[in-house]
């Protein structure tokens, strides 16, 4: 089986432009998880869906970041427009919810650079 | 709210040697306690949980886990570390979301350094 998908592995951006991170999950899988990772601040929940609607949103850092999950195979963060500070590598996690012990499946992450 | 400390930053070991990862928790009710591994440049990979049962708890790759709840500890160990053990290793426990769903709260994570 695949696990989760996500693109691009690296990205490198100037400070201003717009970000596209993507993920796929696992087929089946009812909850998604977008996580940030940096050295300073470990891993960060930034928002999760549950049958493709945003459930929680909280630690999504301002408005400059954005996600959608237009349906149950795919997901997207946006950040527009980006700032150095947004460098990090960013992780979608997919799970079974209901009835289920909780484990998460993360992607290999997208590094974002910003210039 | 649900929650987990690693007090370690970094761990040394040298390879043959017993390792051991230590993880605090604080929770209302019954905790869901899971250890997850990163490698360099990778995703995170489940290695074991506790749900309820027996408080060893074996998972992969040699490793296995100690759940106390008198000291509300989830110790990581493996009784002879290797090099290839070397990586960042997470303590999460779970969130109960309204209608059921699972949410992960993550440590810190300690940095595993197994040595010839």
């Known amino acids: 089986d695949a696990g989760v998908i996500q693109s691009p592995r690296h990205e490198v951006t100037e400070m201003g432009q717009e970000v596209t991170l993507r993920c796929k999950p696992i087929s089946g899988h009812d909850y998604l998880f977008w996580y940030r990772q940096t050295m300073m601040r470990g891993l960060e929940l930034l928002i999760y869906?549950?049958?493709?609607?945003?459930?929680?949103d909280s630690g999504m850092p301002e408005d400059r970041f954005s996600a959608k999950m237009p349906n149950a195979s795919f997901s997207t963060l946006k950040i527009q427009p980006s700032e150095p500070r947004d460098s990090a590598v960013y992780f979608c996690?997919?799970?079974?919810?209901?009835?289920?012990?909780?484990?998460?499946?993360f992607g290999e992450g997208s590094r974002l650079t910003v210039l | 709210a649900q929650s987990v400390a690693q007090p370690e930053d970094q761990v040394n070991v040298a390879e043959g040697n017993p390792l051991t990862v230590k993880c605090t928790y604080s929770?209302?009710?019954?905790?869901?306690l899971f250890w997850y591994v990163q490698y360099p440049n990778r995703g995170l990979q489940f290695l074991l949980k506790?749900?309820?049962?027996?408080?060893l708890v074996k998972g992969s790759y040699g490793f296995e886990a100690e759940f106390n709840k008198s000291q509300t500890s989830f110790h990581l160990k493996k009784p002879s570390a290797l090099v290839s053990d070397s990586a960042l290793y997470f303590c999460a426990v779970r969130d109960i979301l309204t209608g059921g769903g699972n949410k992960l709260t993550f440590g810190t994570g300690t940095q595993l350094k197994v040595e010839l």
């Open positions: 506790y749900i309820t049962g027996d408080n």
């Open positions: 929770v209302s009710g019954n905790p869901y």
């Open positions: 869906f549950n049958n493709n609607v945003p459930i929680d």
């Open positions: 996690a997919s799970s079974i919810g209901q009835g289920r012990t909780g484990e998460l499946f």
